[in-house]
């Protein structure tokens, strides 16, 4: 997730797009298209299939009713984003004010910063609160994943998320906070076997942590989740660290994220090619496509995989082009059930 007015400066397309028989089978696995208007209209054109993102309390039930009003085309999840985390309160508080100020220790060092955030800030809501919210919603839609959830080390919090662009503050969300919220809601998946997507900033090594506590903590129900690593920034190594230790881990890139650093394409080099999937992280559905499909071509040209300009039978999967490569990587991720793949790889680093 970006703040909107980072993303229309960065995004610069590089193609005309493919026939619909061939969108039809590309996937955007995370975007954020109700941080917008989306008219009608534009989801009735839409040319591919969506995962749309939740982040914060208001916009949970947006994305029920898009995924209500367009089941074969939007994926939903819900969840809570770190950027969000300092409005949920761990346990029961005594006031706004005195949550605010457990959360932001420094708030006397800062205090005329802090009463100027005051006034934009919500009440708080309990991570009791959330976590039933996120319960119910996954319930309801059997298909949904749990999202956008995460750690951020890098986020500074705005005075007013809605001003564009938005005055930061001094203030960032203590990471432990933002760790317990986020280890809340994968207890959450676990136990549903809900797929997740996850947000991981500056945190690489944390986030590494996290993963082989998680795969402790719930053995073969963790296993039959899938996690995608969304508009992955982790390094080459820590990615091949991540994906032989993992076999439910993927990872999702995007043109408005991930094309600010070189590295992405060194990161697309590295990683297996099953386990990649495409993003366009937008928020306006009218974006989606054409991003999505900026970064099909890039992975298409760095993996050396043919571009479908047309869908027909493949026999021979040496032809398969990147279409085709990554849609069979979006059914392995939906389908989940790494148990078999875990154990091949525990016995195999056994045998070492």
């Not at 975007?31 to 949970?60: R, Y």
């Not at 955030?117 to 009440?123: G, I, R």
């Not at 920034?233 to 032989?244: A, H, V």
């Not at 992405?264 to 990649?276: D, E, F, K, Q, T």
């Amino acid at each position: 997730m970006c703040y909107e007015h980072e993303i229309s400066d960065t995004i610069s397309h590089r193609d005309t797009l493919p026939p619909p028989s061939v969108l039809r089978h590309v996937v955007d696995v995370h975007c954020h298209p109700t941080d917008s208007e989306i008219p009608v209209k534009s989801m009735d054109n839409l040319p591919i299939i969506i995962g749309a993102m939740s982040t914060f309390q208001a916009d949970q039930g947006l994305v029920r009713d898009l995924a209500t009003a367009f089941p074969d085309k939007v994926v939903p999840s819900f969840g809570y984003h770190p950027w969000f985390t300092h409005w949920i309160a761990l346990a029961p508080y005594e006031s706004k004010e005195n949550h605010y100020r457990r959360i932001f220790k420094d708030a006397d060092e800062h205090l005329e910063a802090f009463q100027k955030l005051l006034v934009h800030l919500p009440e708080p809501v309990t991570l009791r609160t959330v976590l039933e919210d996120v319960r119910q919603n996954l319930i309801a839609f059997p298909s949904a994943m749990l999202g956008e959830v995460g750690i951020d080390r890098a986020f500074r919090v705005p005075y007013d998320y809605f001003s564009s662009p938005g005055e930061l503050t001094p203030f960032t969300v203590p990471f432990e906070h933002q760790l317990t919220i986020l280890e809340a809601q994968l207890d959450l998946a676990a136990e549903l076997g809900r797929n997740i997507s996850m947000h991981s900033v500056k945190s690489q090594m944390a986030t590494v942590e996290l993963l082989d506590r998680m795969a402790d903590k719930h053995g073969e129900h963790w296993m039959k989740v899938s996690i995608d690593i969304h508009s992955c920034g982790f390094s080459p190594q820590t990615w091949l660290s991540i994906e032989k230790r993992h076999p439910n881990v993927f990872l999702s890139l995007s043109t408005v994220i991930n094309s600010r650093s070189p590295n992405h394409r060194a990161l697309i080099a590295a990683c297996s090619s099953r386990r990649i999937l495409v993003e366009s992280d937008c928020h306006k559905i009218e974006d989606c496509t054409q991003c999505t499909w900026d970064m099909v071509l890039i992975v298409a040209e760095v993996k050396g995989w043919p571009v479908e300009s047309s869908w027909e039978e493949v026999v021979d999967e040496s032809q398969q082009g990147v279409v085709r490569h990554l849609e069979n990587n979006w059914k392995e991720f939906v389908q989940g059930n790494h148990a078999g793949l875990s154990k091949i790889i525990k016995r195999t680093a056994r045998e070492r």
